[in-house]
């Protein structure tokens, strides 16, 4: 594979945002026409009938943070003078000039200083060492905004209107509260891949009644999480004025709304205004906290009736698991959770603790040594194997619809209405799972003609096929139809928890959920676990518990270059020691020809010149060999990002990966052997009366990094002898 070059970011035409406005106008005025007004319709064509230098202008400022805005700072060089375009703007009142009705927006334009220095004059013992938000906070609350405005001078000051109806068009075209055209950007910059496979757009709102209450509830959400507190407390005033939303965007937009009010008030000690508010949704997650907030207020009876109707009428599996255990916890004074059960009678095995950092890629390791193959599964394996299967269905489907470009996962999968929709074509692609052969060459024929295409559901990577095929291979079809129909019955809802690993051994394919120590099982991978289990696959968890394996081995790596970080320099000397239970076993060491000049400076503190590494082998020659040598190892080094990053930038350079789990002896010297005055290599050595007699040439250091791993494996050994006990 050639190696990978860097992404070159599009260039922009000069009027991309005012060409980004028409587009979102256009597919709104086309696709939406049943949900807007009339007076909407004329908005959208009062502003296309605009002078192109005023829509530019007019979408400038839908692009800017806040309304209000300087006009001395009002400057975009392809717009040229700007009177003409904001004498245009005020005549249609696409802006104007605010007034104290706009208060809040004016705060949140001035600076602190400015709003400081009127209060100074009007309110005696206002401190300078307030907030902003504690200045317009007290603003709001104690000044009058006519008054205030007239300390301002609103002529330098303008305004954009309509701040809601282009909030509502963005809302429509992408389904969420939305500030600005940036997503627009990003897609002709190549940042963000849009859908291109089928060209078929549906509304995602029936009617206007049903966008409305959508939207209501979307922008309270988006102003709650990113508001003021003041923000905050007028959302939490309106609660009341809720109604009662129709739709299924609606409802779920409100009981996200309800969560995240309720969890606030309970974090302000207002727990009957949280269990009030907690009643105004109609989700699990809020039934789940209003239940454990009865309890935690001593009502108990009321906690219980609740708990039984989730028993009785529960709205998912989670909800009944929670409800199931949290009442036996209560009631039936069992002393632990299902989820801490599960992790108690799990399998556990015995890893280095180096691997910490990455206990997946270790466990992988430790099936691979028993002989086992093992994959990095989770989501990705089984949306990938759904998303090839349903290809046709999902993408090659002039009938399958999305609601934008943007909008990358069908329609039909949101609405979880794909099985009806498609049941013949689905059952028989399922029932063609017998023949795993004809599955393959299927798959394999979908990935030539498709790789790469955004789609939504799975992303891309040449190990992709060898990890379906793997799984059609180790698990029956039967049990892999049972999945994949839950998936095409509710893909919203199975799409994640799935088990880390997929393990393939004697008797076919396992599913491992790999908790290290410290690590929660949450519900939906226990509800994930038991879906597969009832489907007839093998799943499990596997708990680590790291230790010090005498027996790993470990390569101590030093590296000499032409110079610090960055592309521009190479590799000029590799070195490694290779350990195992303290003891060396090999070693490697050869000088690397960095086909560019060794500045002075560095030969001077290395000893390598030009000469030395003239007829050296290029890294290309030693990859293979260094590779190898390191086999499963861990990677060890004095500040171990210096070397490991140098390799990883050269083994790119040939398209190859660098993976291996890292040890930092700096770092770890730090942690275990406190008290040092310095950590560098050469101090260490000193202190610790190590052998350092050519510093800064490779297998010298790496040597003196060698011993001190060893310190640092004592020290582990006994801290993990300690934990044990």
């Known amino acids: 594979m050639p190696p990978r ?122 401190g300078r060492s307030w907030h902003k938000n504690q200045l317009i906070e007290f603003v709001m609350e104690h000044c009058a905004p006519a008054d205030f405005v007239k300390g301002i001078n609103l002529d330098r000051l303008l305004v954009q209107r309509r701040v809601q ?162 009442y036996r916890q209560k009631f039936d004074k069992k002393r632990t959770s299902a989820l801490t059960d599960v992790l108690r009678q799990a399998e556990t095995i015995e890893l280095d603790e180096a691997y910490s950092g990455s206990p997946e890629n270790a466990a992988i390791g430790y099936f691979e040594r028993l002989g086992q193959r093992a994959y990095r599964a989770e989501n990705t394996l089984w949306r990938s194997l759904f998303g090839l299967l349903f290809w046709d269905e999902l993408y090659d489907n002039a009938s399958m619809a999305r609601h934008s470009p943007f909008e990358a996962l069908p329609a039909a999968l949101r609405a979880r209405t794909f099985y009806d929709d498609y049941t013949l074509a689905i059952e028989a692609k399922l029932a063609g799972l017998s023949d795993a052969a004809a599955t393959k060459r299927r798959l394999l024929k979908i990935g030539a003609r498709h790789f790469g295409d955004a789609n939504g559901i799975f992303r891309w990577r040449r190990s992709t096929a060898e990890k379906v095929f793997a799984l059609l291979d180790g698990a029956g079809p039967r049990a892999l139809a049972t999945m994949l129909r839950h998936m095409c019955r509710d893909y919203a809802g199975t799409r994640y928890g799935f088990p880390d690993l997929l393990v393939i051994d004697d008797a076919g394919a396992r599913l491992v959920e790999i908790k290290a120590e410290g690590d929660q099982l949450r519900r939906n991978q226990l509800l994930r676990i038991q879906q597969l289990r009832g489907a007839g696959l093998r799943a499990d968890v596997v708990c680590i518990r790291w230790v010090l394996d005498p027996q790993q081995i470990y390569v101590v790596v030093d590296i000499e270059t032409t110079g610090g970080t960055g592309e521009g320099h190479r590799v000029t000397e590799v070195a490694a020691v290779k350990l195992r239970d303290g003891e060396v076993i090999d070693r490697y060491q050869t000088l690397v020809n960095p086909r560019r000049p060794i500045p002075s400076n560095i030969t001077r503190l290395t000893g390598i010149s030009d000469a030395m590494v003239a007829d050296a082998p290029l890294f290309a020659d030693i990859a293979d060999g260094f590779a190898q040598f390191i086999g499963d190892a861990i990677f060890v080094a004095h500040n171990v990002n210096f070397d490991y990053g140098f390799l990883s930038r050269e083994y790119a350079r040939l398209g190859r990966p660098f993976r291996y789990a890292k040890l930092c002896t700096c770092a770890s010297m730090r942690r275990l052997y406190p008290g040092q005055g310095s ?36 020290k582990r050994a006994d801290i993990c002898g300690r934990s044990r006990s």
């Open 5 to 126: 070059q860097p992404r070159r970011l599009a260039e922009l035409p000069t009027f991309y945002y005012q060409q980004h406005f028409l587009e979102l106008l256009n597919f709104v005025a086309t696709h939406y026409g049943h949900v807007l007004d009339g007076k909407e319709r004329d908005l959208i064509q009062a502003f296309q009938r605009l002078e192109p230098s005023a829509q530019c202008l007019y979408v400038r400022l839908v692009n800017r943070k806040g309304r209000i805005f300087a006009l001395n700072k009002l400057k975009y060089p392809e717009l040229g003078e700007l009177s003409g375009p904001l004498q245009t703007l005020r005549d249609g009142r696409w802006t104007g000039q605010p007034g104290p009705e706009l208060l809040e927006d004016i705060l949140a334009f001035l600076t602190k200083a400015e709003i400081h220095e009127y209060l100074l004059g009007a309110v005696p013992g206002i």
């Open 165 to 326: 109806w282009v909030r509502f068009l963005l809302f429509l075209y992408f389904g969420e509260a939305r500030e600005g055209l940036s997503r627009f950007t990003l897609r002709d910059m190549g940042l963000v891949r849009t859908q291109t496979l089928n060209a078929s757009y549906e509304p995602r709102f029936s009617d206007r009644d049903e966008a409305l209450e959508t939207f209501f509830f979307a922008a309270r959400l988006k102003r709650f999480e990113r508001g003021t507190s003041r923000d905050r407390q007028l959302l939490t005033d309106g609660v009341a004025q809720w109604g009662d939303p129709v739709s299924e965007g609606a409802a779920a937009l409100r009981d996200r709304l309800a969560l995240a009010i309720g969890r606030d008030l309970e974090r302000s000690g207002r727990n009957d205004e949280a269990l009030s508010v907690y009643r105004r949704g109609d989700s699990a997650e809020c039934s789940e906290r209003m239940i454990r907030l009865l309890f935690a207020c001593g009502r108990r009876d009321k906690a219980k009736a609740h708990l039984q109707a989730c028993l009785e009428r529960p709205r998912s599996e989670e909800e009944w698991l929670f409800a199931h255990d949290l």
């Open 679 to 714: 950590y560098s290599l050469a101090a260490l050595c000193r202190s610790y009366e190590i052998a350092l007699k050519h510093h800064h040439r490779a297998m010298c250091d790496a040597e003196a990094a060698a011993e001190l791993l060893v310190l640092i494996n004592e």
